[in-house]
C-alpha cells in the first residue's frame, strides 16, 4: 500500500468494516474482461457467502475463474472545499481476496443462508426445501485482506 498513513492492519477493525457494510462488490473477471457486481452477502469466520440464481453470467465466470476480489466500504462522506482540489472522500473500505466454491448440499446451503440473514437480520429463519434446492450459493473464503481509510482516527 502506497500510503501506509492509510492502511488499516487491525483485523478486527477490517471485520467491523465488512460487518457493517450492506453492500459489497464482487470483482470477477472472464476471459480478461472484468466485471463488478453489487450484492448482499454473509460473513463468518474468515468466509464471504452469497446468494443469487443457479445460472447466469456470474455463474457462468466463477465456473470458468474461481478467483475474487470483494470490496466494502462504509462511514463515507464527502468533505467539501473552497475550491475543487480541497474535496475529498472521508471513508473506511476493505478489500478481500479469494476463490469461490459453489455449496450444494442441502444442510451447508441452509447455513449459509443463515449466516447471509444474520448480516441483515436477526432471529432464526425457515427456509422451504424448494427454496432451498432452488437457490445457487457460493462461499469465498478470504485468503488475503488489506484496509484503508481516511479522514476518521485509527482505531483499534
Keep these: ?3 501506509r498513513d492509510k492502511e488499516i492492519t487491525d483485523r478486527a477493525l477490517m471485520e467491523s468494516v465488512i460487518r457493517r457494510a450492506r453492500v459489497c462488490r ?3 473477471c472472464d476471459r480478461g474482461r472484468p466485471y463488478v457486481v453489487p450484492m448482499c452477502f454473509g ?12 445460472e447466469g ?38 478489500i478481500a481476496f479469494g476463490k469461490a ?16 440473514m444474520s448480516q441483515y437480520s436477526e432471529g432464526s429463519f425457515e427456509y422451504p426445501e424448494p427454496a432451498v434446492r432452488n437457490v445457487g450459493i457460493f462461499r469465498v473464503d478470504v485468503e488475503s485482506m488489506t484496509g484503508k481509510q481516511s479522514g476518521h482516527p485509527t482505531e483499534t
Design 26 to 28: 464482487l470483482a470477477i
Design 101 to 116: 466454491v459453489f455449496i450444494e448440499d442441502l444442510a451447508a446451503k441452509r447455513e449459509a443462508l443463515d449466516i447471509l
Design 43 to 54: 460473513y463468518r469466520d474468515g468466509a464471504l457467502y452469497f446468494h443469487g440464481a443457479k
Design 1 to 3: 500500500m502506497r500510503r
Design 57 to 94: 453470467m456470474k455463474v457462468d465466470i466463477l465456473r470458468r475463474n474461481n478467483n475474487v476480489c470483494v470490496e466494502f466500504d462504509v462511514d463515507t462522506e464527502l468533505v467539501t472545499g473552497d475550491e475543487a482540489a480541497k474535496f475529498t472522500m472521508k471513508y473506511r473500505s476493505v
